[in-house]
């Protein structure tokens, strides 16, 4: 478990002396915003805007370019201006400033959002959209994308119909549209089962 505090400090279970685990603070990173964990990494946005991520890296999930685990956080190479980090079981995903998509990790299932030439990518890709996300979520093998636009895209695992296309698959390496709903404003994924939760833009009538 990693956790923050209102400092921004951030602390991580550690064990000591037995087998119970006991918080502790995280030294040698600078103030955080927000955290997110996988199923066996964890990723801290730090305060400049920058990423770290530790732990499990043998999809390439934490976007170092190797696929070695890492014991404590280490800043992610030559990213800058992130606002948004999310995390499937062996997949990240994070969201520029400027509304821009990228992705790392596992994608046997396609859901880092782009068709690669394995199924991990150990650095951090661009996925395409025409128009700019403003949000971002992970299930434990999918991946959804909220555009500005209010327009919702989907990929990854789709075995119980969780990327809402109408259908049951296997899954989809690029984004598909999630049609037939009203301009969306929030969405939400739950990673230990296969569900997103949609919700729509509300009208006060005259």
Not at 28 to 53: K, Q
Not at 71 to 85: A, D, G, H, S, W
Not at 162 to 171: N, P, Y
């Amino acid at each position: 478990a990693v956790f923050l505090d209102h400092f921004g400090f951030a602390w991580r279970a550690v064990v000591e002396e037995s087998e119970y685990f006991y918080p502790r603070i995280i030294t040698g990173v600078p103030s955080m915003i927000s955290v997110a964990c996988g199923s066996l990494h964890a990723c801290l946005l730090a305060r400049d805007f920058t990423l770290y991520t530790f732990g499990e890296g043998v999809y390439g999930q934490l976007g170092h370019g190797t696929k070695e685990d890492v014991i404590t956080p280490k800043q992610v190479p030559n990213l800058e201006n992130i606002q948004m980090v999310q995390c499937g079981a062996r997949h990240t995903v994070i969201l520029s400033k400027q509304g821009t998509v990228l992705s790392c990790g596992s994608n046997h299932l396609g859901q880092l959002g782009f068709k690669s030439e394995t199924t991990t990518q150990s650095v951090f890709a661009e996925v395409k959209f025409d128009s700019e996300v403003k949000d971002i979520s992970c299930g434990k093998d999918f991946t959804v994308f909220l555009l500005e636009n209010g327009k919702v895209f989907t990929c990854g695992n789709n075995l119980a119909a969780q990327l809402g296309l109408g259908t049951s698959d296997i899954g989809h390496s690029l984004p598909e549209e999630v049609t037939g709903v009203p301009h969306i404003t929030q969405i939400a994924c739950i990673d230990a089962v296969s569900y997103t939760h949609l919700r729509a833009h509300e009208t006060e009538a005259d």
